[in-house]
């Protein structure tokens, strides 16, 4: 539980949480995350960000050991962000440290008051454009509202070319590794793209503008430090910036991804029907049980998807618990850019197509006319599922 030293005198002074199972609804199943906080030594030593209360000792570990024991070497405390995946140690930090200063923005001022109740604490409140000198090092702040919370900012170091980004540019990735130059490619472009997917997505446009706005600055950048996962440096600073921009547009691709449940395996059935109807035109599916897959899986397959197909036979006049929960969280990460349809099976009265479309319409998918089907599908209605797959193909094709 050492210290890493990521450049001079810039340390991660963060925790891996190998257990995380579970962030508000979003899997972190396979691989746990990290709380990554940031000491920077220098006439005022500032510690940027804390780390859950639950990695508190791993934190407080390697915090102590890169000051030879002593917490209250560090002068000040910077708060990028009040989300307790990252406050969640402050109280404690603030009682043993007995910082000079703590900086955050003017929401996160309001979020630190609500959060913590505490009216003696050292705060000054910084917005876009206000510096901090640390000696040899400066701090320049940029507000980054609503990516993801309205308190969010960024700590730029124009000396160390650094930018603590706070939960922009996260993945959840617990590794050994601190850098994404030491990680495999493919896991960590899925990772960028899950956490994306599941957590800054409706927050796409504000993004869009915030990426404009850090390039309009000409900031010297050559490492960028969030505070989850792995660290870009060098020729990965352009690949988090290049990836963030392209997760943002949403554009649609020739990929489909067909979600359902099912009780008897007819809604089943007429999944794979779609798909074949999908495939033959060219489309990459992929079909996505709901009780195999969380739904954040699904999310983060929809990200780069154009066509979203959901199936539900009807049941108590509705439809499947697992496929209205996955159509809350998917509507409220509010895709952009998708067409789509809606199936199912159904016994005696036969809603769910109605229901499904309804919902996939609020989320502004462009629907294709779905297919119901009384009890178990026979050869005409396997192949109306599968014109179905080909006309949802050629409405994606027309937006490719
Ligand atoms: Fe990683 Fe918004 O907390």
Known sequence: MKPVAIKDNVFWVGAVDWNSRDFHGYSLSPMGTTYNAYLLKDTKTTLFDTVKHTSKPEFLCRLSQALDGDLTKIDYIVVNHLEPDHAG??????????PEKIFTSPMGKRA???????????VEVVKTGDSISLGENTVRFIETRMLHWPDSMVSYIPEKKLAICNDIFGQNIASSARFADEANRAVLEHAMREYYANIVNPYSAVTLKTLDALAGMNLDIDMIAPDHGLIFRGDDVAYAMNSYRAFAEQKPTAK??????????STEKMAEAIGQGLE??????????????????IQTELHNAGALIVG???????????????????????PLNKVGAAFGSFGWSGESVKC?????????????????????????ALGQCYDLGQAVAAALKAKL
């Open 280 to 297: 033959d035109a060219g489309i990459d599916v992929q079909i996505m049980w709901t009780k195999a897959n969380h739904h954040s899986r």
């Open 256 to 265: 489909a991804v067909i979600a359902y449940d099912t009780m008897w395996h």
């Open 356 to 380: 499904i479309s309804e919902h996939l319409e609020s989320m502004g998918v462009e629907l294709v006319e779905g297919v119901k089907c009384k009890h178990v599908p026979d050869h005409e």
């Open 312 to 334: 539900s036979p009807t049941h108590n006049n509705g439809i499947l618990p697992g496929v209205a929960a996955l159509l809350t969280y998917v509507k409220g990460l509010r």
């Open 112 to 122: 630190m008051d609500a959060h913590f109740h505490q009216t003696d604490w050292p």
């Open 89 to 98: 140690c402050l109280p404690e930090l603030v009682e043993r440290a007995k």
